[in-house]
């Protein structure tokens, strides 16, 4: 006896649909279609994303050159706020000093930092990656 439910559905036979292999080729053929678009998609994206940080790294480079001659202007207002009371040359040692001595701090400091990030190996990913691989064998 038949239900409602089976009143409604039809079926279609692979004859009438152009057969199995057409429905696999037509399926196909939209998943080719659907890749290609989404790498187009995808290559949009990065051109639109690639000149937004090419202009921003324009400014930041542009800023840090105005920085630098900001800063030689400030150590220069330095050396003349001590030429007020001391001889010229000395205002110029003390100033050259002080910068002498920041510079080899933030050197030894870099060093010590890049010693303690080589060599650059991802070492948790590693470490996940055998413990999934283990998991994997049992």
Do not use: C
């Not at 939209?30 to 678009?37: D, Y």
């Not at 790498?39 to 800023?63: D, F, M, N, Q, R």
């Amino acid at each position: 006896m038949p239900t409602p439910t089976d009143a409604h559905t039809t079926t279609i036979t692979p004859v009438q649909n152009g057969g199995l292999g057409g429905a696999a080729k037509s399926v196909a053929e939209h998943a080719s279609a659907i890749f290609r678009l989404e790498l187009e998609l995808a290559g949009l994206e990065l051109k639109a994303k690639v000149s937004a940080l090419s202009v921003g790294i324009a400014l930041v480079v542009a800023a840090a050159v105005f920085g630098l001659y900001a800063l030689g202007w400030l150590f220069a207002t330095a050396t003349a706020g001590l030429q007020t009371f001391l001889p010229t040359w000395l205002s110029l040692l003390i100033v050259t000093l002080v910068l002498g001595a920041l510079a080899a701090l933030l050197g030894f400091l870099g060093i010590n930092r890049i010693k303690k990030g080589t060599p650059p190996v991802p070492e948790q990913a590693i470490r996940e990656a055998k413990l999934t691989s283990e998991a994997i064998k049992s």
